[in-house]
């Protein structure tokens, strides 16, 4: 098995950083990319919360830096199992291309002690996330899928 401590996701996204930022800290924009949760980040807190309301997570917000970087820690308590499991970190950086595109690099880390929280993110996990992301951002179109 491949070590999965720390993985990275870089995206290409047709839109402002300032489209992104308000895509990735807005309740009302991540519920239709991010499997239907409420993901709030504000300069001090990170909540995000399921389609009928249930803790998913939160935790303290590390960085706050609209519209290029933010850092959070990530706790998945969408499943027992996975909630047991120390906390870890996500973090987004936005970059401005200069050509109207920013590319978005997302890494998430401090999994070591979290093998299935780290499990369940990889790959498919955050790559749903992030096609959502851009379908929405690039089209307007909703992507909501199901933890």
């Not at 499997?35 to 590390?62: I, K």
């Not at 890494?107 to 499990?119: K, M």
Request: a negative charge.
């Amino acid at each position: 098995m491949s070590d999965l401590s720390t993985q990275l996701y870089q995206v290409l996204l047709r839109a402002t950083p300032e489209q992104v930022w308000e895509a990735i800290t807005s309740p009302d924009r991540t519920r239709l990319y991010f499997h239907g949760a409420h993901v709030e980040n504000t300069a001090e807190w990170h909540t995000s919360r399921g389609p009928d309301g249930a803790d998913w997570g939160d935790g303290p917000v590390l960085e706050f830096d609209p519209p290029r970087r933010l850092v959070h820690e990530w706790r998945s308590a969408y499943d027992p199992e996975l909630a047991k499991e120390p906390p870890s970190r996500v973090t987004w950086e936005i970059e401005d291309t200069g050509d109207g595109s920013c590319r978005l690099t997302v890494v998430h880390d401090r999994l070591d002690d979290s093998p299935r929280t780290a499990r369940s993110v990889s790959g498919p996990g955050w790559g749903t996330v992030l096609d959502g992301l851009k379908t929405l951002l690039e089209t307007g179109a909703p992507s909501v899928s199901a933890p």
